[in-house]
């Protein structure tokens, strides 16, 4: 039972000045085992915040991140799963699911989580799950300015994953939850 | 006031501390208590050796081992044949068997569990019964388990069998977008609601560490408890159980440490039944067992009661009151004089019950007494602490607060049917 925090598009101090209240109400340390970032966070507070609430964290590079060392994609093994980091603008077209396709493809997870839209979207295609947390502050994007602070907590459990999804609609935190299990791997000789 | 003059069975040679061991005094028999006698029919009474006979091979096993099996007096040998005939009798005396156990169970027999399991009403007296009983206990237990000790995804995972949550099979081939579904009871990781199975479980993670980290250290030295073999990490797992089915069954006390030093003689033995039936669900028969003896001694673990009239310090005040009528001098010098204030050494004596300050070996010899008295165990508890305390006195009296204290903390190994035959000396109504 691994707890894994996904989120991103913080934009902070640029766009937003701090995560909602009440998702920060419910952020507290001690609960939560790993945490992923798309990226553009963008300042090193956000970073110690984050780092805070849980000492293992991932994070890639988004496009205004200040801290121009975070790797560009990033992949990590919880439990049966592998999972794949990426902050998504380098991949045209922006949300589309067959390119982001190809870059799960490239590199080989099962699950991908990307950002750069600021929109929660959970995919499923024949090669895996591709999950996008939307922006933790509500921060506007390039696309548009309509945009629900959310994030993403995954409770890895041996071959299942339940997606918690937290969206913050009309000030009142709602949440809801995609549950998907993954076939064992099997080796076929070919 | 005139002082009390110290009695003379108190002056006598017999009471040095000095580990040698005088074999006279291990054949004293004890007070026959009230015995409720059935049909059963008169026993003889135990031979008496008309001389100390060859000393049996040495009963306190080393610490670095566990304590293994011995060789048998002929005195030995006979108390252990009555006892098994006594408890192999279809309705078991049970003021019988605490006479022959307040003897002692020799070492080497494998028959303590079967008697613990009896003293602490575990099994029924009635023999017919215990086939029943044990398994109705054990089921139990498991039921407890199933229900305490899930981790949040599992209870979630039931709620949503049980509330016919429709799952599509979201494994089938296809893409799009993965549908979303509603969360039962509102239960999310992050729930900060009070009733929320996960906040719950966050909310016990600190007291499981703290029993984790407990049971860990629980007697080192001994490989049934801390070896790097499977037996003993399932051993290890086992008192881990209990101890978190426990607090989750008794918010009031939860886990408070020293729970696992109690708990640790009963998993041995239990464990080392030569029955493999039992010996495969000593967690269960532990369990019970445990919390059986833990009901007399739960107040001294409860902190709101400390002050009270219930509580670990008015036991202790009772310690001092039965030491000072039974050695007044002693009482004042250890007290008065050199103020050693007797929670210093007695509160460990008596909340982890003397596990701390003998080998593993002696205190099973002493727990044997301990819920074999017909005083019952706090009575009796108290009463071997005095005679400790008596035991050393040429040393307490000739020491100062520092010497004192540290002799009382660091007890010396002392002959352990001795000090239970000075205990039982000890008997007497205390002024309440």
Known sequence: ?190 | MGKKPVPDWLNSSLWSSSASDDRVSRYATCPSPDTRRHDSPPRPPPPRPPSPPPPPASESGSSGKDPGPASLSPDEASRQSQLIMEISKKFINVGELQRLVCQGVPDGTEIRSTIWKLLLRYLPYDRALWVHELNKKRSQYKAFKDELLLNPSEITRRMDKSEAVKSEDVNCKGSGLLPRSEITHGEHPLSLGSTSVWNQFFQDTEIIEQIDRDVKRTHPGMPFFSDDSSFAKSNQEALRHILIVFAKLNPGIRYVQGMNEVLAPLFYVFRNDPDENNAANAEADTFFCFVELLSGFRDNFCKQLDNSVVGIRATITKLSQLLKKHDEELWRHLEITTKVNPQFYAFRWITLLLTQEFNFADCLHIWDNLLSDPEGPQETLLRICCAMLILVRRRLLAGDFTSNLKLLQHYPTTNISHLLHVANKLRGSLPS
């Not at chain 1, 799963?81 to 990426?86: T, V």
Request: glycine share 8%; hydrophobic share 40%.
């Open chain 1, 1 to 190: 039972m691994v707890l894994v925090l996904a989120l991103g598009d913080l934009h902070i101090p640029h766009r937003a000045a701090d995560l909602p209240t009440k998702f920060k109400s419910m952020l507290v340390p001690g609960k939560i085992q790993h945490i992923i970032c798309t990226g553009n966070l963008c300042i090193k507070e956000v970073h110690d915040y984050l780092k805070s609430l849980c000492p293992d964290l991932h994070i890639t590079r988004g496009e205004y991140d200040e801290d121009a060392r975070y790797p560009e994609t990033k992949t990590l093994t919880i439990g049966q799963f592998r999972l794949g980091l990426c902050h998504g603008h380098q991949v045209v077209p922006w949300g589309d699911l067959d390119s982001l396709a190809m870059l799960q493809r490239q590199l080989d997870v099962d699950i991908l989580v990307t950002g750069h839209t600021h929109q929660f979207k959970a995919y499923k295609h024949e090669g895996g799950v591709v999950i996008n947390p939307g922006s933790a502050t509500g921060a506007y994007s390039s696309i548009t300015y309509d945009v629900n602070p959310s994030f993403v907590l995954m409770d890895i459990d041996g071959l299942r994953v339940v997606v918690y999804v937290y969206e913050l609609i009309d000030g009142e935190v709602k949440v809801d939850k995609i549950d998907f299990k993954k076939t064992a791997t099997v080796q076929t000789p070919h």
